[in-house]
């Protein structure tokens, strides 16, 4: 039996750092555990010590450290370590300097224990290796980064340096022993023959591909032959999104292999970051052939649809929109129809109801579903919206409608939801933009229109494959699929996802807990978590210069308690200019800091970035702090009656559980000592840490 041989990041990072001439018996050793990973004499040895099962075989001066399982090999590191024996057991050899243990992030939570936090060092955290130009090289670190650590003298200096935390990594990896415990938490890699660790260790190969589980590896191929489209869901970290670009590789090789040579394959996600995230692993992943696959937002699509048709369009923002419809509000109490009783309610319904809430029916409900009719309307459930409306209540919304609508074309402007209508009018009319296959990543947030678009937009409803999931729904209201096209029925082909990879057991135990209401999707799924660590905590601060103190200490210390760089850490704020604000009060404080829409979003950028909360759906960070909820911040406007209340409250906790979702190791929320709004309120304490 040949074992299949994966690595984690670790194992390649100190691969880089052996002699060349020492490689190749290790890469000869490596195939010995190919054939039988299982211990045996003195070569093959369990290392005690760990909570996982780890060996080591060794190879001359060095030892290959490694786990097994059911046809798989794990690569987890290499090194030139003494081997260190308790009587006859093999032990885990202790790191000289633990650098997890710079901080203790508990202790900086706990307010009567949160001092300033020192980065001056001591004479314990000089690197025990010097960082030399030649030693550099050999770890195959970029040139663009030999200044900045060749100054490096501590760990502080290494943490803090301004480099990619890939780089970061790597020499941890080769100047510190790691904890392989840690290690077993890793993505884990596809290695391939040794030829590829060769070429790798040359320089010559720059990435491996990731290894999927058996749980994700299903759902590449699962359905792919059957009649219609495949529904993938998932919660927040369980990989929705990797399946959709291995799935995405897997129809291409199926299409070519039908004589398919130069297929079209269109893959569209829902915000701008998440097309540069996309477009940056697929191109790891199909390589050449990534000039077969179309990386798009369905906006982008219906848009360039538009102006290829009319010309540019001109979009209305929210608050010319909100001018218009308190006018047409007036306008349309004029002209009402039906009996004295039936005026009087639809007087009261526009009077009542707030211009915001009338906005989204009309953009929301009306608009976003394609409803062309009163009658329509009047028969639509409108899943998700609190205040029920009857056929009379109804019957007011849509004579406002005809007149906001009058009044918004007289401005030569439209709304995103009109624009998306008429992009599919066009295409219906004359549909020339067809693809051999398309994928949709993250459906729950488009309207039923754009989706209508894309499902016509796929040549086969077999190549047609959608992951969602409606708990991370942040815009509009839901919907049920059969209401965006009759071929739209996953009856039969709709696969779950349940082992977390992303977030740990800790942190997304608590979003769940703290989602409650919000839910949208009842599915009773016993979630299962690869991780686990602190309890993500929730702490009360009285002013901005609090808010800015403890978010410089929390990142800071949680930088180094992970090992990671500032580049780690993600602050998720609630507007544009709460985010610059904060951002401007880290940079004082010494933090490189930097506010960024999802336009402008640099992932790559070596200090702490400062997000709105909904421009971070669909990324991870390590590190999340969501603060900028003093100052009385509501998402509801006054004099809003109590269900739309409701309903505001329940899509504001969505997005704010979207928000604590994106934290994989750490989670602050920072909340107003005074008052704070029902949004920040109901966090268990049996699951936060609420100190």
Not at 497 to 521: M, V
Request: hydrophobic share 40%.
């Amino acid at each position: 039996m040949h074992f299949e041989i994966i690595h984690k990041p670790t194992f390649t990072n100190q691969l880089l750092a052996i002699p060349k001439e020492r490689v190749m018996q290790i890469l000869e050793k490596i195939e010995v555990l190919r054939n039988d990973p299982k211990p045996h004499g003195s070569l093959k040895k369990k290392l005690h010590g760990y909570k996982g099962d780890i060996y080591r075989l060794r190879s001359g001066d060095y030892r290959i450290i490694y786990t097994y399982g059911d046809g798989w090999v794990a690569l987890l590191g290499v090194d030139a370590r003494k081997d260190i024996y308790k009587g006859d057991k093999l032990i885990a050899e202790t790191t000289e300097i633990d650098v997890t243990a710079f901080a203790d992030l508990d202790e900086l939570l706990t307010p009567e224990k949160a001092p300033a936090i020192a980065l001056q060092s001591s004479p314990a955290e000089i690197l025990p290796v010097e960082l030399t130009a030649e030693l550099l090289e050999r770890l195959l670190i970029p040139k663009a980064c030999f200044a900045a650590l060749l100054g490096c003298r501590t760990f502080d200096d290494l943490l803090l340096a301004n480099i990619p935390d890939a780089v970061r990594n790597r020499l941890f990896d080769c100047i510190t022993a790691p904890n392989f415990d840690r290690v077993l938490d890793q993505p884990s890699f596809v290695t391939g023959d040794a030829d590829a660790l060769l070429r790798f260790k040359e320089g010559d190969l720059l990435g491996f591909l990731l290894k999927l589980n058996p749980e994700q590896e299903k759902f590449v191929t699962w359905a792919i032959k059957a009649s219609g489209p495949t529904l993938l869901k998932g919660s927040p970290g369980t990989g929705k999104s990797t399946v959709a670009l291995y799935r995405t590789r897997e129809i291409l090789q199926q299409l070519q292999a039908n004589g398919v040579h130069r297929p079209r394959i269109l893959f569209t996600t829902y915000t701008n970051a998440l097309v540069t995230f996309s477009e940056q692993l697929l191109q790891q992943l199909l390589g050449n052939n990534v000039q077969f696959v179309e990386v798009k937002t369905a906006d982008a699509l219906m848009y360039a649809q538009v102006c290829a048709a009319t010309g540019q369009p001109k979009i209305a923002t929210n608050k010319d929109l909100l001018k218009l419809i308190r006018q047409a509000i007036g306008d349309a109490i004029a002209t009402l129809e039906g009996n004295v009783l039936q005026q009087q309610a639809q007087r009261l319904t526009l009077q009542r109801l707030q211009p915001e809430y009338l906005l989204e029916e009309l953009t929301e409900v009306i608009d976003a579903r394609g409803i062309d009719t009163l009658e329509a309307y009047q028969a639509t459930p409108r899943i998700g919206r609190s205040i029920p409306l009857n056929k009379i209540q109804r019957q007011a919304i849509w004579n406002l409608r005809q007149h906001c609508n009058r009044a918004i074309a007289s401005q030569g402007i439209e709304t995103w939801a009109q624009l998306r209508s008429r992009a599919l009018s066009i295409w219906q009319s004359q549909p020339t933009l067809l693809y051999d296959a398309v994928i949709v990543d993250e459906a729950q947030d488009l309207s039923p229109v754009a989706l209508r678009f894309l499902v016509q937009l796929c040549r086969e409803p077999n190549r047609l494959f959608v992951t969602a999931d409606a708990n991370q729904s942040i815009y509009g209201s839901s919907f049920r699929w059969s209401e965006v096209h009759q071929s739209l029925s996953f009856v039969g082909r709709t696969g779950i996802l349940k082992i977390n990879h992303r977030t740990t057991k800790e942190i997304a135990e608590a979003a769940h807990s703290y989602l409650q209401e919000g839910k949208l999707d009842e599915d009773d799924i016993q979630q299962q978590y690869i991780h686990t660590g602190p309890s993500p905590a929730v702490r009360a601060v009285s002013d901005r210069a609090a808010e800015g103190e403890l978010l410089a200490q929390f990142c800071r210390t949680a930088a180094r308690e992970f090992r990671l760089g500032l580049s780690a850490c993600a602050i998720l704020v609630p507007t544009e200019k709460i985010g610059k604000n904060i951002a401007g009060q880290l940079s004082y404080l010494g933090i490189a800091a930097q506010f960024m829409t999802s336009k402008d979003l640099n992932l790559n950028y070596n200090g702490v970035k400062v997000l709105p909360i909904k421009a971070a759906k669909g990324l991870e960070f390590p590190i999340v702090a969501i603060a900028g909820f003093l100052d009385s911040y509501s998402a509801i406007p006054k004099g809003t009656p109590m269900e739309a209340s409701a309903e505001i409250l329940t899509r504001e906790r969505r997005s704010l559980y979207v928000a604590m979702t994106r934290a994989m190791r750490a989670l602050l929320v920072i909340v107003p000592a005074q008052q704070p709004s029902l949004l920040l309120q109901n966090f268990a304490p049996h699951l936060w840490n609420l100190v």
